[in-house]
């Protein structure tokens, strides 16, 4: 017990929800790129859903708040208000990462700067020496303040902090190294400070499998919930299913159609206008619609639309001037809907399609039908009774099936498929360099016989809808074979597991003609191989329980050798990344060179470097992979 002397007592302040703090002590300055009209004290009227985000930052139970956001809504503010109130109430190390430095710099200048110096509170807790008050770093009276670009791992990697701002991490580069990159270097800084640490990040999401969307997905979710201006039921406002706009008559100008949209309540069917909308927002309210993974990770995901600046004719003439362009539309559904994209359903293969491919380029079996370099990789299958191949001619932009058959035995690949040779275009004798075999039948023969042949590259097919392989290719090491018994003499296989339907998408993709590579058959192919082509079709899962389904391939008709053969070859091809690059070069550099030589110069002949043995050799170093630096999760 503490005994309190009446005639001076101690009163302690009564602590204020941080939104409020945020109120009474930020202030917005003319220095600042905010809105007009906005100058002043903060204030959370504007906004009124940062109250429920301020709320999460400051709730002791939560240690991670993800808030997914389009454009306009005033939430990257929210984040440097927040960093200031940790500054001046809660000291402690901050560390805020932006794309890359140069943002982080003129983010730090342009608005957290001015936000400091100008909000008498926080100002107070600058030291009087100016040397302490950079760009890149804020020396304080009771902590420090770090601005980092998440394209610089090792300052990311140096610093402790308790409290991180994360922003606009979908624009943080991909490293390739390290799938998790940025994000999760930072967060390891935190986990020092345990249960204590803060995490903000926020990003205009981009596609679904990105950073941003995979992190709300974890959480508890929550949206903005706002009660119907006519019959009082709330709903989280949805593009599609509520905003409202006739197109039918064709007379009419976009901006005409926009301007007369509204939004429907989806209960009551009345329509709500702008003014509704604003005083709706005013009473809105964050409900959680799903169960965290994580009990201290609340996330929140907000469209455009709620902010009270943005109209609805805005929103509706912005979908009309994206909706015939794929990127723009895109970009609507990005930065309006703050929603991910999600890629239209992928198309089955089917016959036309095969035969469309067939006629776009049409050559014999056995000949590499161009003349720029390229690699020649097999896919092997194996039967019961004889094994299925495919070989392919493989360029940076060109996919050819250049041969294909049956081999009666394994010990066919070496005494028949690597002794052919292929003539290209430009007369050169060319040889298949590696062969992928899928181990997937005769486990036991496949092991031993790719010990012996180091040009052979065992995969395995993974299968099922659901898939927790997170890369297209996972190596792994074996050391012995399927009964058990070691290789011996310290002798291993890199196994490559393929992703059970990323390849098969790309060769749906490829034969669609809307990926990136064009596939091409040779005039050889019959209609058996037609046939195990179109052997597993797309089927979609069940919706779960948030109403989210998926796409897989099925199994519809055996046998499917050839489209495993040709789903292998993409991932060969994936595989062989750098060397297509590589042979691009030298192709472009070989065309430069018979151009020099056209005109009269004096140029070595390109016959010096046997463009087949550089391709073999290039593959070997793509191949060198080391399984142990690659997780099968
Ligand atoms: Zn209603």
Redesign the pocket.
């Known amino acids: 017990m503490i005994s309190i002397n009446i005639e001076t007592p101690y009163i302690q302040p009564p602590r204020l929800p941080l939104w409020e703090w945020v109120e009474q002590n930020i202030v917005l300055s003319l220095r600042q790129p905010v809105a007009r009209g906005s100058y002043g004290y903060y204030r959370t009227d504007m906004v009124p859903y940062a109250r429920g985000i301020f709320d999460a930052l400051e709730d002791p139970s939560l240690t991670r708040v993800t808030v997914v956001k389009g454009a306009q809504l005033g939430l990257t503010l929210l984040g440097y208000c927040w960093v200031c109130y940790c500054i001046s109430q809660d000291p402690d190390p901050v560390l805020i990462v932006m794309p890359n430095a140069d943002i982080a710099r003129s983010k730090s200048q342009q608005n957290m700067m001015p936000l400091i110096e100008d909000s008498p509170t926080v100002a107070a807790q600058l030291t009087t020496d100016p040397d302490d008050f950079k760009k890149s770093e804020y020396i304080l009276r009771r902590c420090a303040v770090n601005w980092i670009g998440a394209n610089s791992p090792a300052n990311l990697a140096s610093r402790a902090s308790r409290y991180l701002l994360l922003d606009e991490t979908e624009k943080y580069p991909v490293n390739v190294k390290d799938e998790a990159g940025a994000v999760w270097l930072a967060l390891e800084r935190a986990k020092t400070f345990e249960d204590f640490m803060k995490v903000l990040e926020t990003s205009t999401p981009v596609a679904e499998h990105g950073h941003i969307s995979q992190s709300y997905l974890e959480g508890d979710r929550r949206q903005y919930n706002v009660p119907?201006a006519?019959?009082?039921?709330p709903f989280v406002i949805d593009f599609k299913r509520d905003f409202k706009f006739n197109t039918k008559v064709k007379s009419k100008r976009v901006d005409e159609i926009a301007r007369d949209a509204f939004i429907e309540?989806p209960?009551?069917n009345?329509k709500l206008n702008d003014d509704d909308k604003e005083r709706m927002v005013d009473d809105g309210k964050w409900v959680a619609e799903a169960k965290t993974i994580d009990p201290k990770h609340a996330t929140f995901k907000l469209p455009s639309w709620y902010a009270k600046w943005v109209t609805i004719a805005q929103v509706v003439q912005n979908f009309l001037q994206s909706k015939d362009d794929p990127s723009r539309l895109q970009n609507f559904v990005n930065s309006t809907c703050g929603d991910w994209w999600r890629e239209p359903p992928k198309k089955e293969i089917s016959l036309a399609a095969i035969r469309d491919r067939q006629t776009k380029h049409v050559y014999a079996q056995g000949v590499v039908p161009t003349s720029d370099d390229c690699v020649l990789l097999g896919t092997t299958d194996i039967q019961q009774s004889h094994l299925v191949f495919h070989v392919y001619a493989l360029t940076l932009r060109a996919h050819y099936l250049i041969d294909n058959g049956y081999l009666a035995v394994i010990d066919d690949i070496d005494e028949q498929l690597m002794q052919r040779s292929y003539i290209d275009d430009a007369g050169r004798e060319l040889f298949v360099t590696k062969v992928l075999l899928d181990t997937g039948y005769d486990t036991m023969k496949a092991y031993e016989y790719a010990l012996r042949h180091p040009y052979i590259m065992p995969i395995k097919g993974e299968k099922g809808s659901k898939t927790r392989q997170t890369k297209p290719v996972a190596p792994s090491r074996i050391e012995s074979f399927p009964n058990g018994k070691l290789f011996g003499g310290k002798r291993s296989l890199t196994l490559f597991h393929i992703h059970p339907h990323f390849f098969k998408d790309q060769l749906s993709s490829a034969i669609n003609s809307s990926g990136e590579v064009g596939i091409f058959f040779h005039k050889g192919i019959d209609s058996e191989f037609m046939k195990q082509m179109t052997g597993e079709v797309l089927k979609e899962t069940k919706p779960d329980k948030y109403g989210k389904t998926e796409l897989y391939w099925e199994v519809v008709r055996r046998p499917q050798d050839d489209f495993d053969c040709g789903q292998y070859s993409f991932a060969a091809r994936h595989l062989a990344q750098n060397t297509l690059m590589k042979l691009d070069r030298m192709t472009t550099k070989r065309r430069e060179l018979d151009l020099q030589e056209k005109a009269g110069n004096d140029t070595p002949s390109t016959e010096e470097t046997p463009e087949a043995q550089a391709a073999g050799i290039g593959i070997m170093d793509d191949l060198s992979v080391d399984p142990e630096s690659v997780s099968l999760t």
Do not use: Q
């Open positions: 119907c006519r019959c009082g039921k309540c209960s009551c009345k």
